[in-house]
C-alpha cells in the first residue's frame, strides 16, 4: 500500500510538471497583455516600462525558471489583472464553482441513477424507451442553450427562480440543472447498459434462486456491480465540475472558476491563466486517485491482488 | 412412500418476437425424499427449461407457463403467487447451477451469500446467519471455515466455488435439491468429489435430488431412476439398473451407445447418433425422434406416441413394444 501511494504521488507530481511546463508555453501564443493593459495611446517607455516591471522583458527560459522554482513554493505567480496572487483569486472563486459543482452532481445522481435502473430492468418497455429518448435529447442539446431556456422559462416567464447572480439556494437551480444535464444523461445511459449486462449474469439468477425478490436481486446483488463502469464516468465528470462550468458559469454571470479562466483569458493574464491550468491538472489527477480508491473499496478483486 | 415433487403435464412456451418456443411439451416426472431423479439428454433437450421452470426462474414474458401442474407440499406452484413461490426459492426447493465460476457475486463474500438464504427464509440475525453459514462452509468440505467465509469467490478454486454453491442451496435445509449440471464446468477429478459430496450430504438430510445431466457416467453412479428427455418431451422413464440393461426407446439406446464404455475389453467404436437434435422452431412432426431414429416406421412421422408404462416403473415413449 505505501508502494503504491510512492508510486501515485510521484506520477501526480510528473504530471502536473509536464502541465505547468505546458502551460507556461501555450498561454504565451495568446497575445501579449501588455499591449492590452495599456491605451492606444501609451509611448514605446510606458510599454518597456510595464514590460519590465511584469518581468516580461526577461529572457523566455528565465521567467520559466523563475515561474516552476515559485510553483514549488506554492507561488503561483502575480495575477496581473488583479494585482494579487493567482493563487488567492482562484480560491476566492472556488467555493462557487464548488457549490456549483455539488449541486450539478446532486442533481446528475438524483436522475440518473433510478432513471437507469428504471430503464435496465424494464427493458424494451415504454418506459425504457421513453428514458432513452430523453437522454439523447439530454446529450444532444448544448447547455448554453439549455441555459439560456431556463431562464426563459422559469425566471423570465414563471418569475420563481433568479436568472443571474449568486447569494441564495434559488441562484443554484438553474446552473446546477443546465449543468448536470449531460452528465445525467450520459450516467443514465452507462448505468442501464451495465445494469443491463450484469442482470444477464448467473449470479443474479443465483440471487433469484434463493428466494430473493426481483427488486432485491437488483439492489443487493445487481447496482453494485454495475457501479464499476459508472464510477469512472462520475469520477471524470466531478473533475470537470471543479474545473469550472465555462459556458454555463458564463451564461448565468457565476462568478467562478470557469468565468475566472474565460476573464484570465481575456486579458492575457499569464500566470491566472497558468495558475487555472494547473489547478484543473490538479484536480483531476486527484479525482483519479479517489477513483482508484474507491474501485479497490468497490471490487475485492482489485483490493486483494 | 409419497413424492415431494411432482410434475404433470408440463408445458412451457417461450413467445418471442416472430415465433413461439416450447422447449418443454408434457413433462411429467417426481422425486421421493432421499431420492436421485436423473434427468439426461442432449442440449437443447428441456432439461434445463424444465429446472427453471420448477422454480419459476425464467423471465416472464417470454416465458409462459402453458400447462400442467408442479405439486410441492400439496401447492402447484404454477399457481402461487410470486410472494409465496419466493418463500420456497432457496428454501424448500434449491438450485445448484452449472458454472460456479459465474453463479457467485464476485463483489460479497461466500459468507454473507450464504447468510443471505438463512436471514431471508429463517429471520436469523446477522451473526446467527453467518455462524450459520460458517457451519454450512464446513459441512460441504472446505477447510478452514471460519476463514474462509470471509473470502471472496475469486480466491477460491472451481471445485470449491461449486461446494459454496451447494452450501448456499442447502443452508436452509431444502426437500428438493435441483441440480443443474453441476459437474460439467469442473475438472474430472472434481466433478467425482462433487457427486461423492452430493451423495453424502443426501444421505445426511434425506432431500430429494433432481439431477439435470448429459454425463451417463455421472447417472450410473449417483442416480437411482433416470428421466430421458428428447425434444422437449419425456421419452423414457426407469430405474437405472433398467435403463443401461434394457432401454425401451430407440434414443435412449442410441444414448447408450454413443458414450465410451470401459466395462468392454479394448473398447467398444463410438457409434454416434447421425443428424442433429431437432430445431424448436419448427421440430418434425410426430416423434421428434423418427428422423434420426434406425427403427423408424412410417407412422412415426405423423403419431407421437405418450409415455407410457412397459413393465412395472418402466415408461418409455415409442410406437415400437418390447425391449429394443
Known sequence: MIGFIVKRVGHTLLVLFCVATVAFFIVRLAGDPVQQMLPPEATIEQERALRASLGFDRPLLDQYVSYMTGLLGLDFGQSVFFHRPAFEVIMERLPLTIDLAVAAMAFTLIVSIPAGIVAAVRRGSATDTSVMASVLVGQSTPAFWVGILLILIFAVNLQWLPASGTGSPAHLVLPAITLGLYSAAMIARLLRSSLIDVLGEDYIRTARAKGLSGFKAVTAHGLRNASLPVVTVVGLEVGSLLGGAILTEQVFSWPGIGRLTVEAITYRDYPLMQATVLFLAAVFVIVNLVVDLSYALLDPRVRLS | ?324
Do not use: W
Open chain 2, 1 to 324: 412412500m409419497s413424492s415431494v415433487l411432482e410434475i404433470n403435464d408440463l408445458h412451457v412456451e417461450f413467445r418471442l418476437d416472430a415465433d413461439t418456443v416450447k422447449p418443454v411439451n408434457g413433462v411429467s416426472l417426481s422425486v421421493e425424499a432421499g431420492e436421485t431423479l436423473a434427468v439426461v439428454g442432449e442440449s437443447g433437450s428441456g432439461k434445463t427449461a424444465t429446472a427453471l421452470s420448477i422454480l419459476r426462474l425464467h423471465p416472464t414474458p417470454p416465458c409462459h407457463y402453458t400447462g400442467g401442474e408442479i405439486l410441492a407440499g400439496g401447492r402447484d406452484l404454477l399457481k402461487l403467487p410470486e410472494r409465496e413461490m419466493r418463500a420456497i426459492r432457496g428454501n424448500e426447493i434449491a438450485m445448484v447451477f452449472q458454472d460456479p465460476m459465474t453463479s457467485l457475486n464476485p463483489l460479497k463474500s461466500v459468507g454473507a451469500q450464504i447468510a443471505e438464504s438463512l436471514r431471508l427464509h429463517q429471520g436469523l440475525s446477522r451473526s446467527q446467519a453467518r455462524a450459520q453459514a460458517v457451519q454450512a462452509l464446513r459441512e460441504v468440505g472446505i477447510p478452514n471455515p471460519e476463514q474462509r467465509a470471509g473470502e471472496y469467490p475469486h480466491q477460491f478454486s472451481g471445485g470449491m466455488r461449486q461446494r459454496v454453491m451447494i452450501a448456499i442451496a442447502l443452508a436452509c435445509r431444502p426437500k428438493v435439491l435441483i441440480a443443474d449440471e453441476p459437474t460439467t464446468a469442473l475438472d474430472v477429478t472434481v466433478q467425482a468429489q462433487i457427486m461423492e459430496l452430493l451423495a453424502g450430504l443426501q444421505e445426511r438430510f434425506g432431500m430429494a435430488i433432481v439431477l439435470i445431466t448429459h454425463d451417463l457416467g455421472v447417472v450410473a453412479r449417483c442416480a437411482d431412476r433416470v428421466l430421458v428427455m428428447y425434444g422437449g418431451r419425456p421419452v423414457e422413464l426407469a430405474a437405472v439398473d433398467e435403463v443401461f440393461a434394457a432401454p425401451r426407446m430407440p434414443y435412449t439406446r442410441a444414448l447408450l451407445r454413443s458414450m465410451p464404455r470401459s466395462d468392454v475389453p479394448g473398447g467398444a467404436p463410438l457409434d454416434p447418433i447421425p443428424g442433429s437434435p431437432p430445431n424448436l422452431f419448427s421440430p418434425p412432426g410426430g416423434c421428434a425422434f423418427h428422423p434420426r431414429c434406425a427403427l423408424a416406421l412410417p407412422e412415426c412421422s405423423s403419431t407421437v406416441p405418450p409415455l407410457t408404462e412397459r413393465a412395472p416403473g418402466h415408461s418409455a415413449a415409442c410406437l415400437l413394444e418390447g425391449s429394443l
